[in-house]
């Protein structure tokens, strides 16, 4: 099983360009997360979703959207990008509601840089 | 604002000593979980703990988490090169509308020197 998996593992965006970061579990999850890493910072939560067809804001949401396209994928959209966007972004999934939370499986992260 | 605080920020020990982080929330959780992360690499998954008092082993690394339920601690007997990283943990709320969320702290980051 491949886990988690985002895509792409790195990024060199100039400001005001957008994008998108792509994740997608294959472990049937129903929870899945988009953090941001910064120095010092620990994992901050951009968005989550608690399952299918919902999301909800985390600790930084602003200048990012997400959608959960299906059970498997999550993505997060960059829509101008800024330099304060500048991070290690990580996707992570876990069981949800249904089957307990317990343990997060992590993505191997997207080093983002905005110039 | 934070709301699982995290101490020490970094730590720096020479090879065979010990090592301590702690964390504590503002509010009583259900549970709390540990994460290492390697450096330049992901968080990945200790332990979880549930239960109010729990201690739990894993060689030589120690997990507690408190009667109240809103502190833990991690605690690394006789430190090896092989222990370095950041660890972090992250708590969960009992039920409501933050159901799911883990609350991460900062992280400690080991160094460990021969």
């Known amino acids: 099983n491949a886990g988690v998996t985002q895509t792409p593992k790195f990024q060199v965006l100039k400001t005001g360009q957008s994008m998108t970061l792509q994740c997608a579990q294959d472990?049937?999850?129903?929870?899945m997360y988009w953090y941001r890493q910064d120095p010092g910072m620990g994992l901050r939560l951009i968005y989550y979703s608690a399952s299918e067809g919902t999301t909800d804001k985390g600790e930084v949401p602003n200048g990012y959207n997400v959608s959960r396209l299906n059970k498997r994928e999550f993505s997060l959209r960059l829509e101008s990008a800024a330099p304060s966007q500048t991070s290690v972004y990580f996707c992570a999934s876990r069981p949800g509601r249904d089957r307990g939370y317990t343990e997060a499986f992590f993505g191997q992260g997207t080093r983002l840089t905005v110039v | 604002g934070q709301q699982v605080m995290q101490i020490p920020q970094y730590q720096h020990v020479q090879e065979g000593e010990d090592f301590t982080t702690y964390c504590n929330s503002s509010t009583t959780l259900s549970n709390i979980q540990w994460y290492k992360q390697r450096p330049g690499g992901h968080p990945v998954f200790l332990i979880q703990l549930v239960k109010s008092g729990e201690v739990k082993k894993q060689k030589r690394l120690t997990f507690q988490f408190g009667e109240a339920k809103k502190n833990s601690s991690l605690h690394i007997t006789a430190t090896q090169t092989t222990d370095v990283g950041t660890y972090f943990c992250?708590?969960?709320?009992?039920?409501?509308?933050?159901?799911?969320?883990?609350?991460f702290g900062r992280g400690t980051q080991l160094t460990v020197w021969p």
């Open positions: 992250a708590g969960q709320r009992p039920g409501g509308s933050t159901l799911g969320r883990l609350y």
């Open positions: 472990m049937n999850h129903n929870s």
